[in-house]
């Protein structure tokens, strides 16, 4: 009986820690990745003198109110703030310093360091420091704003350099490392997983980041993310935060994209994209049910740019690109880093949905231009009511046309009341362009077009607001 007993407290032992025992064999050991890589990730400093006119960011180590909308909670994080407080002047009246912290790494032994450009940005000075404690100076050889990619150089030889590798063989789920200085402190490691690839971040049209879930604060900006076979795959460089620190929710350049910059910074001193020229946006339930698509799919072309690749192929607003070069299109956000990694006057081509019908378009990808475009509003104006909408609207005088950058067709929204077009997200001063398949011409032929418009089905229309054109999908009500 003893034995017996003996032998079931051993059974339910094992069975106990065995479950341990297998989840720590498969946790991985990193100390032979850091010791190998940690030598050539180094500390930026950087200094920038600010007169008393001048407001830098606050630190966001100060917290970030509730209710403040995405693009602003995307945070860079190496910015400082000057000792004499947000107005930059101390007490005796004279500029102060601004000073930030940020990381780095090696891509070769003769100097050259890759960072993000908002680590480095106006900067009057920059210090890097290695991990043997040697201080020097770096000069910017160039940096590109779009990618948050930033090359630097100092004045060195034999220096440790990182393995590049690429972010295409990553998976959601893989082991990542990051080696950085949040708030100072060198060579700082911390680990997590991919948490999704291919993330579309607002005004970063062109970067596809990786999402983890590494734990990255202020100062880990432009410090490198590696894989487990010890290869840079990515850049740190953005958080989504509430409180200015990690909450498990950071993104990264794909290290292709940041080498194909900096290869361009090189040769050049600039970057230059592929463009095509149009504004696009995601394709709803609602809007590819008035589209009469199965499912919603593809980039929805809302407005093409004058004298563009686009126009001058024959892209149409009301256009769905589904496809570039053969590569499907699941969504508005995928298109913009194909094309900007086109080489410029390349052929490629789109396959579009119009009117129903799949279409094949060749395109000869141009160079996206530096400015962005200007923004106008709409001036205000008296109107008709349109009882079936709730709308208000009028036509547009040649002076608002010129303005708005309309050439001839357009009513202007001067009020709205609640109703189908104030459910589906109109607003005053909006230009409404078509309807469906009809382009709108003056407020009579608005008017008849409405009056026709059928009960219970979503209705695709294309309005201009602040100089940027979308569709909405609009239903009347049974």
Not at 99 to 122: A, E, R
Not at 404 to 423: F, H, S, T
Request: proline share 6%; hydrophobic share 40%; no cysteine.
């Amino acid at each position: 009986m003893l034995k017996k007993m003996q032998t079931l407290m051993l059974l339910l032992v094992s069975l106990v820690t065995a479950p341990s025992l297998a989840v720590a064999v498969d946790l991985p050991d990193f100390t032979s990745l850091v010791e190998k890589n940690n030598t050539a990730v180094v500390n930026i400093s950087t200094t920038q003198k600010v007169s008393a006119s001048e407001k830098p960011q606050l630190p966001e180590g100060l917290g970030i109110p509730e209710g403040i909308p995405l693009d602003e909670l995307l945070k860079h994080f190496g910015e400082g703030i000057p000792p004499g407080g947000p107005g930059g002047q101390d007490e005796g009246g004279q500029p102060n310093e601004v000073k930030s912290l940020g990381s780095g790494f090696i891509i070769s032994p003769d100097g050259y360091i890759l960072t993000n450009q908002h680590v480095v940005k106006d900067a009057d000075e920059i210090v890097v420091r290695l991990q043997d404690r040697r201080e020097l100076v770096a000069k910017v050889v160039g940096s590109d704003k779009r990618s948050d990619i930033a090359l630097l150089k100092i004045d060195a030889t034999g220096l440790p350099v990182l393995n590049l590798g690429t972010s295409e063989n990553l998976k959601v789920g893989s082991w990542v490392l990051a080696i950085g200085s949040p708030f100072g402190f060198d060579h700082s490691v911390t680990a997590g997983i991919v948490s999704a690839k291919g993330r579309s971040l607002p005004s970063d049209n062109y970067v596809p980041f990786i999402q983890t879930d590494v734990a990255i604060n202020p100062g880990n900006s432009g410090g490198p993310l590696f894989n487990m076979e010890g290869q840079v795959v990515g850049v740190n460089s953005q958080i989504y935060s509430r409180t200015g620190g990690s909450m498990g929710i950071s993104f990264a350049i794909p290290i292709e994209v940041a080498m194909k910059v900096v290869d361009q910074l090189k040769t050049s001193g600039h970057v230059s994209r592929g463009w095509l020229g149009v504004q696009i946006q995601d394709v709803t339930r609602e809007l590819a049910e008035s589209f009469g698509m199965k499912k919603p799919q593809g980039a929805l072309v809302s407005k093409v740019l004058p004298k563009s690749p686009a126009e001058s192929a024959g892209i149409q607003i009301g256009d769905i690109i589904t496809e570039y070069n053969k590569q499907e299109i699941v969504s508005s956000s995928t298109l913009p880093p194909m094309v900007g990694n086109t080489k410029i006057g390349e052929n490629a081509t789109l396959t579009v949905i119009r009117q129903g019908q799949n279409k094949e378009i060749p395109v000869k990808i141009g160079t996206l231009p530096e400015d962005d475009e200007v923004i106008a509003s709409a001036p205000e104006a008296g109107g008709k009511e349109v009882d079936r909408l709730g709308l208000s609207v009028s036509g547009l005088t040649a002076e608002q046309r010129e303005q708005l950058e309309i050439k001839q067709n357009g009513v202007l929204v001067q009020d709205i009341k609640p109703g189908a077009a104030m459910d589906a997200g109109i607003h005053r001063g909006d230009v409404i362009l078509r309807i469906q398949d009809q382009v709108i011409k003056d407020v009579k032929q608005f008017n008849e077009i409405v009056k026709g418009l059928p009960k219970g089905k979503s209705i695709a229309m294309l309005v201009q607001r602040r100089g940027g054109s979308q569709f909405l999908a609009l239903k009347l009500k049974d």
